[in-house]
Structures are given as C-alpha cells and as structure tokens.
C-alpha cells in the first residue's frame, strides 16, 4: 500500500513563505504525476503537478509563486510556496496517479494570516 507523508505546513503571514514535502514509501517515478492540491471549505482544487518525464503544471492562483520540484533522492516531492496570501489558506494534500489508482496523504494545513 502506497504511503505518502506530507510535512512542513503551518502559520505564516501573509507575503511570507512556506516549503511543504511529501515523502512516499516508494520511489516516485514509479507514479505517473505527483501533485499537490488544497482544500478549504468547499472542494479540493489541484494546485501543481509533477509527472514522470519532470513536466510541471500550475493552477493560474500558483503561477509565479509556488514551485514543485523532486527531491534529488527517490521519494519526495516539494512544494515552494512564495508571496503566501490569506486566500492560500487551505488543507494542503499530496497526491501521487499510477495508472488507474490515486494515492492521497492526510493532508497539511496552512493558514495565511493577513
């Protein structure tokens, strides 16, 4: 069963920075696309993706202000987050797609505080 961790969320004000990571129990080429998606009160929305061949995408509210990367290791991922505003206050979630199965993390929170 595949286990991803996620890490590094809390307070922040607003302007400021945060690098969460989430590290799977197992090597993350194996997954098609790893991605990090948020979720405040209403539905979870993608916000970055990562696939196998290291071809990134970002949610219009992301551009210019988070980055995901892999981990020069085998099993995390990050995601740099810059210039943090109080709408990016939300439950962050790690996600890692192979084939037809999604894996999920148990989430971590980030609060924005203006």
């Known amino acids: 069963q595949v286990q991803l961790v996620e890490s590094g969320g809390g307070l922040v004000q607003a302007g400021g920075s945060l690098r969460l990571s989430c590290t799977a129990s197992?090597?993350?080429?194996?997954?098609?696309?790893m991605g990090w998606y948020r979720q405040a009160p209403g539905k979870r929305e993608l916000v970055a993706r990562i696939?196998?061949?290291?071809?990134?995408y970002y949610a219009d509210s992301a551009k210019g202000r988070f980055t995901i990367s892999r981990d020069a290791g085998w099993n995390t991922v990050h995601l740099q987050m810059n210039g943090l505003k109080s709408e990016d206050t939300a439950v962050y979630y790690c996600?890692?797609?192979?084939?037809?199965?999604?894996?999920w993390g148990q989430g971590t929170q980030v609060t924005v505080s203006s």
């Open positions: 996600n890692a797609n192979k084939l037809s199965s999604n894996y």
């Open positions: 197992e090597n993350i080429f194996n997954f098609n696309t």
């Open positions: 696939t196998d061949g290291g071809n990134t």
